[in-house]
């Protein structure tokens, strides 16, 4: 069955650096793009990046473009989400996801199934 098994994130000071990993079992990894979304609390999803199944191209929201970079490794089934320069507002559940095909979409429509979720928290 698929699985995308999420590792990293936890406490970081602003202006840090923290990496997400999501390590992906259950389908063929390099035939689907995967995206990022997070939910800080009180809040909605926000979708904040997505990379395209070969990883050529990627897509940032405006709340993190220029400090975040989503990356992957076909190979290793694995797909990073490195993030820097880290805000307060940055503080939430952070959620890898597949998607429906092999381009990145910008909607929660077009991706299916979830990470666990992994927190990160940063202090001002």
């Known amino acids: 069955q698929v699985q995308l098994v999420q590792s990293g994130g936890g406490l970081a000071q602003a202006g840090g650096s923290l990496r997400l990993s999501c390590a992906a079992s259950g389908f063929t990894f390099s035939n689907f793009a995967i995206g990022w979304a997070r939910q800080a609390p009180g809040k909605g999803i926000e979708w904040v990046s997505g990379i395209d199944s070969d990883g050529t191209d990627t897509y940032y929201a405006d709340s993190v473009k220029g400090r975040f970079t989503a990356s992957r490794d076909n190979a290793k089934n694995t797909v990073y989400l490195q993030m820097n320069s880290l805000k307060p507002e940055d503080t939430a559940l952070y959620y890898c996801?597949?998607?429906?095909?092999?381009?990145?979409?910008?909607?929660?429509?077009?991706?299916?199934?979830w990470g666990q979720g992994t927190q990160v928290t940063v202090s001002s």
């Open positions: 996801v597949k998607g429906l095909g092999p381009i990145a979409g910008r909607g929660g429509y077009e991706y299916d199934y």
